[in-house]
C-alpha cells in the first residue's frame, strides 16, 4: 500500500495569512493527487483533484502542486471560513490512502 | 443536486452485524465506482471499501477484508456495506462517496456492549 504523510499536523496561523502544506506518497503516484478539506460533523469537501486542478465552486485562493512523491497545498489568504482540517489522498492505486490530516487553526 | 444518504448506522454489540445502505440521487449512479470510507471519533479518513459500477471489481481494506461485504443495486441507485462480526475498533462515521467529488453526511456505527 502506498503510505501518505502530512506536514505539519497542525498550524496556527491568522486571517490573511499564507498557509502551505505539504504531502508526501511512500512512491510516485505522478498526479494522482486530491486535497479534501474537513470541518467537524462535517463529511470532506474536495478541494484539488489531480494534484492542481481547482474542483468546481472552490475559491481561486486555494492552490495545488507537485508531482510524483511530492505535494503542495497553499491557501494564499486564508478566511475565517478555511479554520478546517485538511488530508491528502492518492488516488493512484488501490488502496486510495489518506494523509493523517493537518489542523489549521486561528492564532 | 448529487445526493448520497447512508443509513442504518446505530448502536450494535461487539460481534454484531449492521447493514449501511447508500440512496444515491441527481448522478448517472452506473458511471461511477462507489465506496465507503470511514472515521473513528477524532481520527483521520479511512478509505473500507470499494465497488466498480458493474460490481466487477471489488476491494476491502485489510482491516475489514472477510468481515464486510459491499454491495449495489443499480437498478435501485443504492449501495450497501454488510458488516459482520464487529468490534469497537469499528466504531466510526461512515461515508459514501464516489470517490472525490460527492460524499454522504454519513452514518455513524457505534460498538460498544
Known amino acids: 500500500d502506498i503510505q501518505m504523510t502530512q506536514s505539519p499536523s497542525s498550524l496556527s496561523a491568522s486571517v490573511g495569512d499564507r498557509v502551505t502544506i505539504t504531502c508526501r506518497a511512500s512512491?510516485?503516484?505522478?498526479?494522482?493527487l486530491n486535497w479534501y478539506q474537513q470541518k467537524p460533523g462535517k463529511a470532506p469537501r474536495l478541494l484539488i483533484y489531480?494534484?492542481?486542478t481547482l474542483q468546481n465552486g472552490v475559491p481561486s485562493r486555494f492552490s495545488g502542486s507537485g508531482s510524483g512523491t511530492d505535494f503542495t497545498l497553499t491557501i494564499s489568504s486564508l478566511q475565517p471560513e478555511d479554520f478546517a482540517t485538511f488530508y491528502c489522498q492518492q488516488s493512484y492505486s488501490t488502496p486510495p490512502t489518506f494523509g493523517p490530516g493537518t489542523t489549521v487553526d486561528i492564532k | 443536486e448529487v445526493q448520497l444518504v447512508e443509513s442504518g448506522g446505530g448502536l450494535v454489540k461487539p460481534g454484531g452485524s449492521l447493514r449501511l445502505s447508500c440512496a444515491a440521487s441527481g448522478l448517472t449512479f452506473t458511471s461511477y465506482t462507489m465506496n465507503w470510507v470511514r472515521q473513528a471519533p477524532g481520527k483521520g479518513l479511512e478509505w473500507v471499501s470499494s465497488?466498480?459500477?458493474?460490481?466487477?471489481?471489488?476491494y476491502y481494506a485489510d482491516s475489514v477484508k472477510g468481515r464486510f461485504t459491499i454491495s449495489r443495486d443499480n437498478a435501485k441507485d443504492s449501495l450497501h456495506l454488510q458488516m459482520n462480526s464487529l468490534t469497537a475498533e469499528d466504531t466510526a462515521v461512515y461515508y459514501c462517496t464516489t470517490g472525490s467529488s460527492f460524499w454522504g453526511q454519513g452514518t455513524l456505527v457505534t460498538v460498544s456492549p
Open positions: 512512491q510516485s503516484i505522478s498526479k494522482y
Open positions: 465497488i466498480s459500477s458493474s460490481s466487477s471489481y471489488i
Open positions: 489531480t494534484a492542481s
